[in-house]
């Protein structure tokens, strides 16, 4: 059963479905039970935006694609990362501008990009030489950025599948791009899960450093900056964190916000702690691969605030860079009820 539950009687907006709001809707529909609350993610996108307002962020869908959660985001104003076609999906049922994505996966498939394209979609990451040949002869209103892979000293040789150019390696990719006829706008960064204050200025200063050096050895022009998918902070990020990365890169970043466009996709930083699964005895966060699970075990879910025509579109994550849809089909509104 998918039900919707519609708070009135109160102002303002909430960070957390309340207690007693929960036992309104058990005592509703009776347990197990899986609550989806969009207002955690709008605002966790909110302080985001607070917090960086020079930084542009794009929600990753594949953290958790239910549209009520899309539509949240995108009524703060806000942008969305897609990395493959059953996001981009979800993203576009909620009505989304696709001028308003970036596609980053890693190894694209030269029909996905077409698909992506062909929508609308204008913004990509490419990660290699062999991924910026898939763009020869693409329209000039396409926005392509190089994700950089920085050095990590835990790890004695480079992964089988590594995201992202080694940024030694950086400059010869620019000039492959330049020599195919590709226009580099920027580049991305990829910190392989080493977030942080301090990693991420010494990368920053890093690629900022690198974007001079080329522009004035190639005559080329930068106006993107990508801080990546861990940015500003993993999972549960806390506002100390995130005032701590803030104070870090707003000295590098501020003087350049009216040259450079800064981005970043958070994901799930944004999404952590919508979903509650509630039992007789406990109240649980899950994520996305987990509501899925009890969805098809049989668990009703009520979508908090929630619009009539939304579905449940749930992804299980199969590894770091794939997704699939694990529940796609609309759940049809079985109950209605107004809490209050």
């Known amino acids: 059963m998918h039900a919707e539950a519609r708070r009135t009687g109160r102002s303002g907006a909430h960070t957390r479905t309340d207690t007693d709001e929960l036992d309104d809707l058990v005592a509703r529909y009776g347990t197990p039970l899986l609550v989806l609350d969009p207002n955690r993610a709008r605002m966790r996108y909110r302080e985001l935006q607070a917090a960086f307002p020079f930084v542009r962020f794009h929600y990753d869908a594949s953290a958790l694609a239910h549209p009520a959660v899309i539509t949240a985001i995108a009524e703060c104003g806000g942008f969305f990362e897609v990395s493959e076609e059953g996001a981009l999906a979800a993203v576009l049922a909620s009505r989304v501008d696709p001028v308003r994505v970036v596609h980053t996966h890693p190894v694209k498939h030269p029909q996905d990009l077409l698909s992506a394209y062909s929508v609308g979609v204008r913004f990509f990451v490419a990660d290699s030489q062999t991924e910026l040949e898939k763009f020869i002869g693409y329209p000039d209103d396409l926005e392509l950025v190089l994700r950089l892979r920085f050095p990590d000293p835990r790890e004695s040789r480079i992964p089988a599948i590594a995201r992202g150019v080694a940024i030694d390696e950086a400059a010869s990719a620019v000039r492959f791009a330049h020599s195919l006829g590709i226009r580099i706008a920027g580049f991305s960064l990829y910190l392989r899960g080493r977030g942080g204050a301090q990693p991420y200025a010494a990368a920053i200063a890093r690629t900022l450093g690198l974007m001079v ?7 080329c022009r930068f106006d993107v900056l990508d801080l990546g998918t861990d940015f500003p902070a993993p999972e549960h ?8 990365v803030a104070r870090a890169v707003r000295t590098l970043l501020l003087p350049l916000k009216d040259r450079l466009t800064f981005l970043a996709e958070p994901g799930r930083l944004v999404a952590s702690r919508c979903l509650t699964l509630v039992s007789d005895s406990s109240r649980t966060s899950v994520d996305s691969a987990e509501a899925s699970e009890s969805i098809d075990s049989g668990v ?41």
């Open 213 to 219: 050096e080329l522009e004035n050895a190639t005559g």
């Open 300 to 340: 009703s879910l009520v979508v908090v605030d929630s619009r009539p025509d939304e579905g449940g579109h749930f992804f299980r994550a199969l590894a770091d860079t794939r997704h699939r849809i694990f529940r796609s089909e609309r759940r049809h509104l079985q109950t209605r009820a107004a809490a209050g």
């Open 237 to 244: 990020g806390s506002a100390v964190e995130l005032a701590e």
